[in-house]
């Protein structure tokens, strides 16, 4: 097995807290994936869409990962907070994160959450996917500053492009 690059279908074993299937000559390998990770992973929280959100992002990263973030905000505080994406499972467990963060919260707290926050919080990534955390916070900061961008006028979110 090559230990430089990681199998999409390794990738999803690491998530359940699976061995891949090794030779009888290789020593095992142990993934360090947090429970929170797996929780999210297989079963995200407030995945889904807010059919006319006050703040909308869709970004795609580096790796192919995509993710859409719609908040629906009132008095400047983040209500309601959904994500969809097309990732990996590290990429669902970040923007879960992200949104349950967000929710609650005013919209000058929320754009203090960061890459390390998320991290934490899921009690840690691999290295190799520390830029799931990173997507998951452009995308959330792109919608809040949709929102801030087309402010508290509503008739304005009825004419955002998607």
Same mark, same amino acid.
């Given at each position: 097995?090559?230990?430089?690059?990681?199998?999409?279908?390794?990738?999803?074993?690491?998530?359940? +807290?699976? %061995?891949?299937?090794? &030779? $009888?000559?290789? %020593?095992?390998?142990?993934? /360090?994936?947090?429970? &929170?990770?797996?929780?999210? $992973? /297989?079963?995200?929280?407030?995945?889904?869409?807010? *059919?006319?959100?006050?703040?909308?992002?869709?970004?795609?990263?580096? @790796?192919?990962?995509?993710? &859409?973030?719609?908040?629906?905000?009132?008095?400047? =505080?983040? #209500? %309601?907070? #959904?994500?969809?994406?097309?990732?990996?499972?590290?990429?669902?467990? @970040?923007?879960?994160?992200?949104? !349950?963060?967000? !929710?609650? &919260?005013?919209? *000058?707290?929320?754009?203090?959450?960061?890459?390390?926050?998320?991290?934490? $919080?899921?009690?840690? /990534?691999?290295?190799?996917?520390?830029?799931?955390? %990173?997507?998951?916070?452009?995308?959330?900061?792109?919608?809040? +500053?949709?929102?801030?961008? =087309?402010?508290?006028?509503?008739?304005?979110? /009825?004419?955002?492009?998607?």
């Amino acid at each position: 097995m090559d230990t430089g690059t990681v199998k999409e279908e390794d990738i999803y074993r690491m998530i359940a +807290n699976q %061995e891949p299937e090794k &030779e $009888a000559t290789q %020593e095992p390998e142990h993934y /360090l994936v947090s429970r &929170e990770v797996q929780r999210r $992973a /297989l079963d995200p929280p407030l995945l889904g869409e807010i *059919s006319v959100p006050d703040g909308y992002a869709h970004v795609t990263g580096d @790796c192919g990962d995509s993710m &859409e973030v719609f908040l629906a905000i009132q008095d400047r =505080r983040i #209500r %309601e907070a #959904r994500f969809d994406t097309l990732g990996c499972g590290f990429t669902l467990a @970040c923007g879960s994160m992200a949104m !349950e963060m967000a !929710e609650g &919260e005013t919209v *000058s707290d929320a754009m203090q959450i960061d890459a390390r926050k998320i991290t934490l $919080a899921l009690g840690g /990534l691999p290295g190799t996917h520390e830029h799931c955390a %990173e997507l998951a916070v452009e995308t959330l900061k792109k919608a809040i +500053n949709d929102y801030l961008f =087309r402010g508290n006028e509503s008739w304005k979110k /009825l004419y955002r492009n998607r």
